[in-house]
């Protein structure tokens, strides 16, 4: 079936980087938006980045907005996220989300996402 497999995460010190990336499978994925979002512990999961199903559009939350930056591949049905000038407050751990359809919108709510991955842990130092 469906399958969403994050790799990338890890532990780096404050002002390091990180690229995450997600392989998804099991769709076509020239067809999907793609997302991803985070969750801290005791935190609700919440919206990172995301990108339309041709990457013509993206879209990021305040909080990494000109930190971090999403892409996507279709030839390799990967998505990345490319995160600069991490933070402590990016820890957590991070899900690659999918949602059907060629629109306009981006993946932008937790409750629209059709699939996610097991996640990946992302741990910023200080």
């Known amino acids: 079936q469906v399958q969403l497999v994050e790799s990338g995460g890890g532990l780096v010190q404050a002002g390091g980087s990180l690229r995450l990336s997600c392989a998804a499978s099991?769709?076509?994925?020239?067809?999907?938006?793609m997302g991803w979002f985070r969750q801290a512990p005791e935190k609700e999961r919440e919206f990172v980045a995301a990108?339309?199903?041709?990457?013509?559009?993206?879209n990021y939350a305040a909080s990494v907005k000109g930190r971090f930056t999403i892409s996507r591949d279709n030839t390799k049905n990967t998505v990345y996220l490319q995160m600069n000038s991490l933070k402590p407050e990016d820890t957590a751990v991070y899900y690659c989300?999918?949602?059907?359809?060629?629109?306009?919108?981006?993946?932008?709510?937790?409750?629209?996402?059709?699939?996610w991955g097991q996640g990946t842990q992302v741990t910023v130092s200080s």
């Open positions: 099991g769709l076509t994925f020239s067809t999907y938006g």
């Open positions: 990108i339309n199903w041709s990457g013509g559009t993206t």
């Open positions: 989300a999918a949602k059907r359809g060629r629109v306009l919108a981006t993946l932008r709510t937790v409750t629209e996402a059709d699939y």
